[in-house]
């Protein structure tokens, strides 16, 4: 079992930045994967992107180059810097993990980016 908890979202106007937090109730580097994903009004939930074990990271081609996830795993957590942020990119941003073969997910956070 792994609960993860989102925090950090907000409203930002355009061109501004936040930084998400997803804190696991275990540690980190025992999941298969964890990862960021969100999901728009009326859109499918996407891939935001991931860093592996080995520190290469795989970004969604609409944040790429915007957007940094980094790992802290003496506090469970990952972390979404989003900079640069377009009214496009309001959305709720889901952390999502895989452990033992099961799939899990926080409740999100919501990030609005005004025009």
């Known amino acids: 079992q792994v609960q993860l908890v989102e925090s950090g979202g907000g409203l930002v106007p355009a061109g501004g930045s936040l930084n998400l937090s997803c804190e696991a109730s275990r540690s980190i580097s025992s999941l298969t994967k964890i990862d960021w994903y969100r999901e728009a009004p009326d859109q499918k939930r996407e891939f935001v992107g991931r860093?592996?074990?080995?520190?290469?990271?795989i970004y969604g081609s609409l944040v790429k180059g915007r957007f940094t996830i980094s790992k802290d795993n003496a506090k469970n957590t990952m972390y979404l810097q989003m900079n640069s942020l377009k009214p496009e990119d309001t959305a709720t941003y889901y952390c999502?993990?895989?452990?033992?073969?099961?799939?899990?997910w926080g409740q999100g956070t919501q990030v609005t980016v005004s025009s």
């Open positions: 999502h993990a895989v452990f033992q073969y099961l799939t899990y």
């Open positions: 860093i592996n074990d080995d520190g290469t990271e």
